[in-house]
């Protein structure tokens, strides 16, 4: 709590007239509803904080009951200015892993994407281009007329509509594979196929 109220500003103005100081039990509260969520996702994290009578769907009476009447506006200012990381992580150089934010959630994704379907006797292997909005020095232009828009692309081993594994093309290219003369793209997909 003592960092996100250093974080506040002055009385805690983006919240004129309604601040009220966020306490640790706030934190674990709110951290648990989100656990909560990930175990069972709400469309909106706040009509969890609802009571059954209130949103038969998500409501809570559990976390309706112990967050009382403000959670709303009290989850407003802990997701205003918390943020988790763990300072003494070290990002490695740009050039040897520029996705290391989310790179931990790839690799889930290559695992469990993995476990969750039996490849057929044919597969195919193509780019896919993940739409996106904002900026990133990643992002390629996709044209002007194409209707996917912008975003990063990758280089997908797919079967019948599914994305089994992955490899984005801002990743580092093995150097296995390039030393034998291959191409990125190729040396991409064998390196996929090799992790089968």
Not at 82 to 87: E, L, S, T, Y
Not at 128 to 156: L, V
Not at 183 to 191: T, Y
Request: hydrophobic share 35%.
């Amino acid at each position: 709590a003592k960092a996100m109220l250093s974080n506040a500003g002055q009385f805690g103005h983006s919240f004129p007239g309604r601040w009220r100081d966020v306490t640790n039990d706030d934190i674990r509260q709110f951290i648990g509803v989100m656990f909560l969520d990930g175990l069972c996702p709400a469309p909106k994290m706040t009509r969890k904080f609802r009571s059954q009578e209130q949103d038969a769907t998500v409501g809570n009476n559990f976390i309706h009951n112990n967050l009382g009447p403000d959670a709303e506006r009290r989850y407003h200012m802990f997701r205003h200015f918390f943020g988790c990381q763990n300072p003494l992580t070290i990002s490695p150089p740009r050039a040897e892993c520029p996705n290391f934010k989310v790179n931990e959630f790839f690799n889930w994704l290559r695992h469990i994407w993995k476990c969750a379907w039996d490849l057929g006797p044919t597969l195919s292997a193509d780019k896919q281009t993940c739409s996106m909005q904002g900026k990133s020095q990643y992002k390629t232009r996709c044209g002007k007329f194409k209707r996917i828009g912008d975003g990063i692309q990758a280089d997908a081993i797919a079967d019948d509509g599914y994305t089994w594994d992955f490899y984005f093309r801002n990743e580092p290219v093995p150097r296995k594979w390039l030393e034998k003369g291959l191409s990125p793209m190729h040396a991409r997909l064998l390196h996929m196929f090799e992790n089968f």
